[in-house]
């Protein structure tokens, strides 16, 4: 019977799209041709077993629990790894309860405030001052952080093409940094829905911050409710929401966003998506976003029609992405010792990779970032050029 080390370089051998080195038992072993572009240091074989029922899981958590070093950049290891996704085995029966979960009310609560409810604090560390939690948008690559999460802001604005009195609802609003350049700017009222109430206490503070109170509201609330408002907007926004609604429930989403906005009104559609519709993956579905999955750009844009939403614009932002991801994770390092001391080793190894396999993810176009334009009927009272 084959050596687990043995098993596991056989196992490793398939993933031979960039030469990388393993060391093991002060052994190295090449994979794929030429110099290696990153070395991986196996301090406990992972059991293949683990392996084939998801390649993801096994390699996330190992590198968590330490059992696997990554000795170099870690994101250029990731970078040189992931674009070979498709190779990764994954016994759906097995993942089916990780996979698979309730698209409930109830149960998509505690999937948002698991990720979202760590704490203000705890983002505060590294994001920027706006807290936005979102890809920003680069208009120079010297752009500091914060200003390119106010690029971002002000770009979706712009699309929205807001007038001083108007409506404005943002579903799924965080920690309401849109709404609040929004009431400044343009002195428009607006609505901010979430399941987080760490995001809901933090909004409140910083609309009595601001003195908006006349203009922004904040609520805890499910998209599923908006109905029961009774009310429309001339507006609507939903920044990196989609990902936690589950494939099931896009109809219904947009069903929802349908009955709460005016005639010729104007919803921005800013979501992390999928070439392919695919049910996601399963390190990150587990420890990062429970019940998370990437629509495709098709899928939702072939529900507008249902729903008679007229496409207006369609952009990618998908390298801005990975240069979000990339400043968030080089924040996240410059205080990782005091996150290691707040939250733990394991946690920090795994936020660490998330930040790093995302931007890798997004810079080999596993996923993108797509902003939709849509009108709800014909609008022709904008301007006929992209006027952002």
Same mark, same amino acid.
């Given at each position: 019977?084959?050596?687990?080390?043995?098993?596991?370089?056989?196992?490793?051998?398939?993933?031979?799209?960039?030469?990388?080195?393993?060391?093991?038992?002060?052994?190295?072993?090449?994979?794929?041709?030429?110099?290696?572009?990153?070395?991986?240091?196996?301090?406990?074989?992972?059991?293949?077993?683990?392996?084939?029922?998801?390649?993801?899981?096994?390699?996330g958590?190992?590198?968590?629990?330490?059992?696997?070093?990554?000795?170099?950049?870690?994101?250029?290891?990731?970078?040189?790894? %992931?674009?070979?996704?498709?190779?990764?085995?994954?016994?759906?029966?097995?993942?089916?309860?990780?996979?698979?979960?309730?698209?409930?009310?109830?149960n998509q609560?505690?999937?948002?405030?698991?990720?979202?409810?760590?704490?203000?604090?705890?983002?505060?560390?590294?994001?920027?001052?706006?807290?936005?939690?979102?890809?920003?948008?680069?208009?120079?690559?010297?752009?500091?952080?914060?200003?390119?999460?106010?690029?971002?802001?002000?770009?979706?604005?712009?699309?929205?093409?807001?007038?001083?009195?108007?409506?404005?609802?943002?579903?799924?609003?965080?920690?309401?940094?849109? %709404?609040?350049?929004a009431?400044?700017?343009?002195?428009?009222?607006?609505?901010?829905?979430?399941?987080?109430?760490?995001?809901?206490?933090?909004?409140?503070?910083?609309?009595k911050?601001?003195?908006?109170?006349?203009?922004?509201?904040?609520?805890? @609330?499910?998209?599923?409710?908006?109905?029961?408002?009774?009310?429309?907007?001339?507006?609507?926004?939903?920044?990196?929401?989609?990902?936690?609604?589950?494939?099931?429930?896009?109809?219904?989403? @947009?069903?929802?966003?349908?009955?709460?906005?005016?005639?010729?009104?104007?919803?921005?559609?800013?979501?992390?998506?999928?070439?392919?519709?695919?049910?996601g993956?399963?390190?990150?579905?587990?420890?990062?976003?429970?019940?998370?999955?990437?629509?495709?750009?098709?899928?939702?844009?072939?529900?507008?029609?249902?729903?008679?939403?007229?496409?207006l614009?369609?952009?990618?932002?998908?390298?801005?992405?990975?240069?979000?991801? %990339?400043r968030?994770?080089a924040?996240?390092?410059?205080?990782?010792?005091?996150?290691?001391?707040?939250?733990?080793?394991?946690?920090?190894?795994?936020?660490?990779?998330?930040?790093?396999?995302?931007?890798?993810?997004?810079?080999?176009?596993?996923?993108?970032?797509?902003?939709?334009? %849509?009108?709800?009927?014909?609008?022709?009272?904008?301007? @006929?050029?992209?006027?952002?």
């Open positions: 019977m084959k050596k687990k080390q043995e098993l596991l370089i056989d196992f490793l051998k398939q993933f031979d799209e960039n030469p990388f080195a393993i060391v093991m038992d002060e052994e190295k072993y090449l994979i794929g041709e030429g110099e290696p572009t990153f070395t991986v240091r196996v301090n406990k074989p992972i059991e293949i077993k683990e392996l084939m029922a998801s390649t993801s899981l096994a390699l958590e190992a590198y968590m629990r330490g059992d696997i070093e990554i000795e170099g950049d870690l994101y250029t290891a990731l970078n040189n790894f %992931l674009g070979q996704l498709g190779k990764f085995p994954k016994n759906t029966k097995v993942l089916k309860k990780l996979m698979f979960t309730s698209n409930g009310k109830k609560k505690k999937e948002v405030s698991s990720h979202y409810d760590i704490g203000n604090d705890f983002y505060a560390l590294w994001l920027d001052e706006t807290l936005s939690y979102s890809c920003g948008y680069f208009k120079k690559k010297r752009d500091t952080l914060y200003e390119a999460q106010m690029n971002k802001i002000h770009r979706i604005l712009e699309k929205l093409c807001l007038k001083e009195g108007m409506s404005l609802l943002d579903i799924g609003c965080g920690w309401g940094q849109l %709404l609040i350049e009431a400044k700017t343009y002195k428009v009222k607006g609505l901010g829905i979430t399941l987080s109430q760490e995001q809901c206490k933090k909004f409140n503070e910083r609309i911050e601001e003195g908006l109170e006349d203009y922004l509201t904040v609520e805890i @609330m499910d998209y599923r409710d908006l109905p029961k408002l009774k009310t429309t907007f001339d507006r609507a926004v939903s920044v990196g929401m989609l990902e936690h609604v589950g494939r099931d429930n896009y109809n219904l989403f @947009m069903s929802c966003v349908d009955k709460v906005l005016k005639p010729t009104g104007l919803f921005l559609l800013h979501y992390i998506s999928g070439m392919k519709e695919h049910p993956d399963p390190w990150m579905r587990k420890y990062i976003f429970p019940g998370g999955m990437c629509p495709s750009l098709r899928e939702i844009i072939n529900l507008c029609a249902e729903y008679n939403f007229y496409t614009d369609v952009e990618s932002l998908r390298r801005h992405y990975k240069e979000t991801l %990339l968030w994770d924040n996240f390092n410059e205080r990782r010792k005091e996150i290691e001391a707040k939250m733990g080793i394991e946690f920090t190894r795994m936020w660490d990779l998330y930040l790093c396999a995302c931007a890798a993810t997004f810079n080999r176009g596993v996923i993108d970032l797509h902003q939709i334009l %849509l009108s709800k009927g014909v609008n022709n009272d904008l301007p @006929m050029t992209r006027w952002y």
